[in-house]
């Protein structure tokens, strides 16, 4: 390393908190996936998630998924913000949850559960 | 030549927005790429990492901004019951039925991912800052995360100005 990196201020950080921000992507979009899906299973489901007239089940299956991304990101950042909590294995589960949301979020795989 | 109403936000939505985040994600990238040791010197990091901050804030606003637009304003002119409404016209007809069925079907749930993922990399730039210099390992999941929000966002913004041209928001 030459001189002028070691000019460069580098505060201390723990990477917990990233690692709790990438995890609770993942959750967020997993939620997505399972809102969407439960959505099309069950008449029920969708009408509770009908939270908007206009907009119809989508908002309610939106807001739920932000909600739940949002409180997971507060419970993991408070369980690993001194943690040493490596990226690579949260970007992992992270990318599996996320796979699992876009398959949930894909028509051709909720539609398979349509009720009725 | 003038726009009506639900032309004018469906131009908000799409191209505008999308023109703000297309660049944004260009500038970002580009700088979170280049966020090396051998690239950074001394002088130029605070400036770079201002840009940096400027193009993923933006980018992640622009996310944002698209799918609540998209959601609350267009998507009900969309798929309104009327027989006018563009749902109701791809569905009337089975050769453009599948635009409503697997395009906005999809599109209309994968574009939300696209500001989570946009926020958590914004995160990770304003929290671990000129730790990203040294820290390859963090650089390269943050470009990860942040080249997925793109392909997502892409995904629904190529069906939407597909959906559009076969049955636009009038």
Not at chain 1, 44 to 57: F, T
């Amino acid at each position: 390393m030459n001189q002028t990196h070691a000019e460069i201020h580098y505060p201390e950080r723990p990477e917990g908190p990233i690692s709790a921000a990438i995890l609770a992507a993942g959750v967020g979009a997993l939620a997505l996936g399972l809102v969407t899906t439960l959505a099309e299973a069950s008449t029920m489901v969708k009408d509770w998630l009908r939270w908007s007239d206009v907009v119809g089940p989508l908002s309610g299956k939106v807001i739920v998924s932000v909600l739940v991304w949002l409180v997971a990101w507060i419970l993991l950042h408070l369980a690993l913000r001194r943690s040493a909590y490596e990226t690579r294995r949260a970007l992992i589960i992270a990318l599996i949850l996320i796979g699992l949301g876009v398959l949930g979020t894909f028509p051709t795989f909720f539609l398979a559960f349509a009720d009725g | 030549m003038s726009f009506s109403e639900r032309e004018s936000w469906t131009l908000i939505h799409g191209m505008g927005l999308g023109a703000l985040f297309l660049l944004a994600f260009a500038g970002g990238l580009a700088e979170l790429w280049a966020l090396k040791p051998d690239l950074v010197t001394t002088k130029g990091v605070a400036g770079r990492m201002r840009r940096l901050k400027i193009g993923i804030t933006a980018m992640a606003v622009a996310a944002w901004l698209t799918v609540i637009t998209g959601t609350w304003v267009v998507y009900p002119w969309y798929r309104a019951e009327d027989a006018d409404s563009a749902r109701s016209r791809l569905l009337a007809d089975p050769d453009t039925a599948d635009w409503h069925t697997f395009g906005m079907e999809w599109k209309e749930h994968i574009a939300w991912l696209s500001p989570i993922l946009a926020t958590t990399v914004a995160f990770i730039v304003f929290y671990y800052g000129t730790n990203l210099i040294r820290h390859d390992r963090v650089r390269r999941t943050a470009i990860a995360l942040f080249v997925l929000a793109f392909v997502f966002a892409a995904v629904a913004g190529l069906l939407g100005a597909l959906i559009t041209k076969a049955a636009p928001v009038e």
